[in-house]
């Protein structure tokens, strides 16, 4: 209430800035795909394009080119996991809300101000809700990830200790196997020699 037409002015371009950084946040991609487009990670245009409907210089509307599918990941034996936040429903009240709060701005309406202020703190608690719950799919991932190289770790030890050799005692059964081997073929030898003198004295 303190402030002047010039100093309200001056925050509605600011705001302005501040909506062309969403909408810029809103299209961010990773490795080549649009993270708040839904299913459509590859759309020939960005998933969110700003519309001057007045030939202003200001964004009046801001269109939406994705669309509400919601991309799952199996992360377990019957584990899953969303991987995307829908863009539409997290960021268009975001936009709306800071396009009213710099029209208001622009044209001096302190109730349409107010209005606007109302919208754009209910948004924010979106956004803050859509934060956290992709931080607890992070936990979620971490805790997978944790869980999945604690099992990696036991079939290795299980498999170690079923499979791996003791060089030394592998060594050592094998040389008493080969003194068996000559053994009983010495002795075979002989059983043999000594059958054939018993057949010769006959």
Avoid: C
Wanted: overall charge negative; aromatic content about 6%; cysteine-free.
């Amino acid at each position: 209430d303190t402030m002047g037409d010039t100093e309200r002015a001056s925050l509605a371009s600011e705001i302005d800035s501040l909506l062309t950084e969403a909408i810029q946040n809103a299209n961010s991609s990773h490795q080549d795909k649009y993270l708040f487009a839904g299913f459509q990670v590859r759309p020939t245009i960005t998933p969110f394009v700003g519309n001057d409907t007045n030939a202003d210089g200001r964004f009046d509307t801001v269109d939406y080119n994705g669309d509400a599918g919601v991309i799952t990941q199996e992360v377990g034996p019957g584990q899953i996991i969303t991987t995307n936040v829908q863009g539409q429903a997290t960021f268009d009240p975001l936009f709306q809300a800071l396009i009213a709060a710099r029209d208001a701005l622009s044209t001096n309406n302190t109730a349409a101000l107010q209005t606007a202020a109302d919208d754009l703190a209910a948004a924010t608690e979106g956004m803050s809700t859509a934060r956290t719950g992709n931080g607890a799919r992070l936990r979620q991932m971490a805790n997978t990830i944790s869980r999945l190289e604690t099992s990696e770790i036991d079939v290795k030890a299980l498999l170690s200790k079923k499979e791996d050799t003791n060089l030394a005692e592998a060594v050592s059964t094998l040389t008493h196997q080969q003194t068996v081997y000559q053994a009983t073929i010495q002795v075979s030898q002989r059983a043999i020699a000594t059958v054939t003198l018993f057949d010769y004295l006959k």
